[in-house]
């Protein structure tokens, strides 16, 4: 496997209370978590707020690419994802479904470019049929 192929981020704990998360980007700003002050009912769902903004950004930004690539003007492009859980046969919470749900306006001209690229994106994006198709995932603690 080549570099090019390779995306890392890091992480880092202080205390029981912060989280961060260095994501080595001219784009994006790095992620900082902190739970102080909130209670330990009220913290849950951070990692799913994260997959379900990956899913979507993906998703949304592969669209907005295809659009563009074919001459559409994109008017606006806005959207949502929703995650559903539910438990295994051992008792862990796992998500079961991400609903990624887009709206897209585009001129009237483009109508056209836009069902063709509807009928791409059926297929979805990197991180959505990554996700759809598996993830293999090796641990290692040290």
Avoid: W
């Amino acid at each position: 496997m080549s570099t090019d192929s390779l995306i890392a981020v890091s992480y880092r704990r202080e205390g029981d209370d912060k989280h961060f998360v260095s994501l080595d980007s001219h784009a994006l700003a790095d992620l900082a978590i902190d739970y102080t002050g909130i209670p330990d009912d009220e913290r849950g769902g951070t990692a799913t707020k994260l997959l379900c903004a990956s899913a979507l950004y993906c998703y949304a930004a592969t669209l907005g690419s295809a659009l563009k690539s074919r001459g559409a003007k994109i008017k606006s492009l806005t959207g949502n994802a929703v995650a559903e859980k539910e438990r295994d046969g051992y008792g862990r919470t796992k998500i079961s479904t991400i609903k990624v749900r887009v709206q897209v306006e585009v001129d009237e001209t483009d109508q056209a470019i836009l069902e063709k690229c509807r009928l791409i994106m059926r297929n979805g994006c990197l991180v959505t049929y990554s996700l759809d198709e598996g993830i293999h995932v090796e641990y290692e603690i040290q």
